[in-house]
């Protein structure tokens, strides 16, 4: 026990450290921003007369009529459509900005603050809707632009509180809540519509923001310096492992630099792939699974939900095995980059490029369907967080402006796949898939030739770039 005392830095707490709770808060947010923005398109069913284009009633619709916990409104597809990407456009116009700016100013306000107010929008949603549909459009642009702040935000924090040798275990735990959101959706909104009411799921995901939201203003602290309830030795631990990286002088963003920078497209290329990839599962494998399985809504709503599930698994697992590897100095750090750079990208090329094959093999097509979405979380552990290793002083700005072009990706992807569907049914997923894993292999290739993972020139405090 004395020689703890002794030398605190060499011994500090591990998992059941402030540093691992502030990972598993942020898990706990991401959880309950993704669910709040994602529960809309399951409770639309309850909301709407019919999601038939023909607006075609049928009895259970009539059963909800009559029932006040259920109330339903006569929106058209369109204008369902319309509430479904509004939330996109708060997103896409706010990450460069909440990137810079969660570098200047307080992390603690800007994520405390978005996650109060995407609560809070949450808990308007029915009354708005009541009001009509304007309104709910209205209420979710705003809460895409919280949400997107919380997301975006959240990447400066690792900055001051997450050691080298633990960055991959921590972010990706964060993170990881981001695929456990959609997969509590998928599994509890049906439930609490039946019995309670599809209002109840706005009220108990908004609730539990704002619970989520005041426990973060109680326990998190920009820098772990001025926390007061840390203990000495994990204080000490922290601050002396990124006394070289971290600096509270800012600089201007050497933007040219950036721009000219190839590891940094490498990264940003990642990033296109990689949301490619998760929106092109996310909003058709439901699709997939119907045209190709032919199950009821039941047993699709499930297959649905467990590449979520796994996805979840595989972004935990990258996280600690990157940084086993790491601390055990089995590998360098862009060698695992890399590593885990290729498990996150060419894997899902190779289970989604076998998936139109695999058709008439119900397990096979199940499997293989969980593998291709759950396997790209391994890029956690590689490209995903490998801004913070080459600019740290840049990160939150850097994961901003990547993060823009993931989402480019995402819209674009969605909707050239229903391009694709729409004209060649018969050949259609097969051109999906393919065309998904080229675009992964393209920017593996790419980045396993132009990425790093030391800190560039311009990133580091003793340049002085201007813009």
């Given amino acids: 026990m004395q020689m703890d005392n002794q030398f605190p830095p060499k011994k500090v707490p591990g998992f059941c450290s402030f540093r691992y709770g502030l990972s598993l808060l942020l898990h706990c947010c991401n959880v309950v921003v993704t669910a709040q923005r994602t529960c809309l398109s399951l409770t639309m069913v309850a909301m709407v007369n019919s999601t038939d284009p023909h607006g075609m009633t049928n009895t259970s619709t ?17 204008i369902q459509g319309i509430i479904f990407s509004s939330s996109f456009y708060g997103v896409v116009f706010t990450q460069i900005p909440v990137g810079y700016l969660s570098g200047i100013y307080s992390v603690k306000k800007m994520v405390g603050s978005a996650l109060f107010l995407g609560s809070l929008l949450s808990l308007f949603i029915p009354p708005a809707a009541e009001v009509g549909a304007t ?32 960055r991959g275990r921590l972010t990706s735990m964060s993170l990881s809540g981001l695929m456990l959101g959609p997969f509590i959706v998928l599994l509890v909104t049906g439930v609490i519509c ?18 989520l939201c005041l426990l973060w203003f109680v326990q998190f602290y920009d820098d772990p310096k001025n926390h007061p309830y840390i203990s000495i030795s994990e204080k000490e631990y922290i601050t002396s492992s990124l006394d070289h990286q971290v600096s509270s002088s800012r600089q201007s963003l050497p933007i040219k630099d950036m721009l000219k920078s190839l590891p940094v497209w490498a990264i940003t290329l990642s990033n296109l792939a990689y949301s490619w990839t998760k929106n092109t599962m996310l909003i058709y494998t439901p699709t997939f699974i119907n045209s190709v399985l032919h199950v009821n809504i039941r047993e699709n709503g499930l297959l649905s939900a467990l590449p979520y599930l796994f996805a979840w698994i595989c972004g935990i697992l990258a996280g600690q095995i990157s940084d ?55 890029s956690l552990g590689g490209a995903l967080i490998n801004a913070l290793d080459i600019a740290p002083r840049y990160y939150g700005f850097l994961k901003g402006f990547t993060s823009l072009i993931g989402i480019s990706g995402a819209l674009i992807s969605s909707t050239l796949t229903g391009l694709i569907l729409s004209q060649d049914p018969e050949s259609a997923w097969f051109k999906v898939f393919f065309l998904m894993a080229a675009i992964n292999v393209i920017s593996l290739i790419f980045y396993l030739i132009f990425g790093k993972a030391e800190i560039q020139d311009w990133a580091k405090e003793r340049q002085h770039t201007r813009l």
């Fill in 62 to 78: 009539k059963k909800l009529q009559d029932n006040m916990k259920n109330p339903v409104y006569n929106w058209s597809p369109e």
């Fill in 135 to 166: 309104w709910v459009i209205a209420c979710r642009v705003v809460q895409g632009i919280s949400q997107a702040t919380v997301v975006t935000a959240q990447h400066e924090v690792w900055v001051k509180w997450a050691p080298p040798l633990e």
């Fill in 194 to 211: 039946e019995s309670l009411g599809w209002p109840m799921v706005f009220y108990i995901f908004g609730a539990c923001g704002c619970a």
């Fill in 324 to 378: 086993f590897f790491l601390t055990r100095n089995i590998f360098s750090i862009i060698t695992i980059r890399k590593l885990f750079t290729i498990l996150g990208f060419l894997l899902p090329a190779i289970f989604s490029a076998c998936l139109p094959y695999l058709t008439s093999s119900f397990h096979g097509t199940v499997i293989f369907l969980i593998l291709a979405s759950a396997t790209s979380s391994f």
